[in-house]
């Protein structure tokens, strides 16, 4: 069996789990990442609960089997097993990295404060920041060592949000993930426009308290 970074690393390159509408249950490889990660008709559950549980679980949700992991029933009962939260179910995006100079102008900063940074050092490993006019820059590992980005727009001029996406792309040699709420309307027009790639969907869970994180480094 494929671990999980393996399996997200050939997502990010277009080679999906196959659609056979399998359930894959693989263990976390850290305390911090538990969830759930649907792809076309093949879903990955991180959990280090019994996959006996999680599959007699699924089968006793009374909905199509294939939208079963991401029933609000599943999750609710996943929550309760493991002691976990959760805050939504995301679209999941991936660009490819790009050559060249950034396509904004950046400062790198260690504001430890800033509400998205705060979030992103919950989330994320070996987590970066840089500041443009009007808005934030935010690279760390995530799920599976993955390197993610997000975004905060706070004023600035029309395409910043884009401009932010697009230079994340510029700042590494290997994919960028983008967790987007479904609702955001704005910020999944600006990661379309920055030429992510919609690849999925996923719901994180929390540990209570707090979560300790996994090895890795940003890119």
Do not use: K
Not at 53 to 71: K, N, Q, S, Y
Not at 74 to 79: D, H
Not at 202 to 214: F, I, K, P, Y
Request: aromatic content about 4%; some cysteine; glycine content about 12%.
């Amino acid at each position: 069996m494929e671990t999980l970074p393996e399996l997200l690393d050939a997502v990010a390159r277009d080679r999906f789990p196959p659609p056979d509408g399998t359930v894959t249950v693989l263990p976390q490889l850290c305390r911090r990442d538990a969830g759930v990660l649907a792809f076309t008709a093949h879903t990955l559950v991180l959990t280090d609960e019994d996959p006996a549980w999680v599959r007699a679980t699924l089968a006793a949700v009374d909905c199509d089997p294939l939208a079963a992991p991401m029933h609000p029933r599943f999750l609710t009962a996943l929550m309760d097993r493991t002691g976990r939260t959760a805050e939504t179910v995301d679209a999941l995006w991936v660009g490819t990295p790009l050559s060249g100079p950034p396509a904004l102008a950046l400062r790198e900063i260690a504001d430890a404060g800033h509400p998205r940074v705060v979030r992103a050092r919950r989330r994320r490993d070996a987590v970066r920041v840089w500041a443009a006019d009007g808005g934030l820059l935010v690279i760390g590992r995530g799920v599976g060592g993955r390197l993610e980005v997000a975004v905060e727009v706070d004023g600035g001029g029309a395409g910043l949000g884009r401009g932010l996406a697009l230079t994340a792309r510029q700042l590494t040699d290997v994919p960028v993930w983008a967790q987007v709420s479904p609702g955001n309307a704005r910020s999944t027009r600006a990661f379309l426009a920055a030429g992510y790639r919609p690849v999925g969907a996923e719901v994180l869970l929390s540990a209570r308290g707090g979560s300790t994180g996994c090895s890795g480094s940003c890119s």
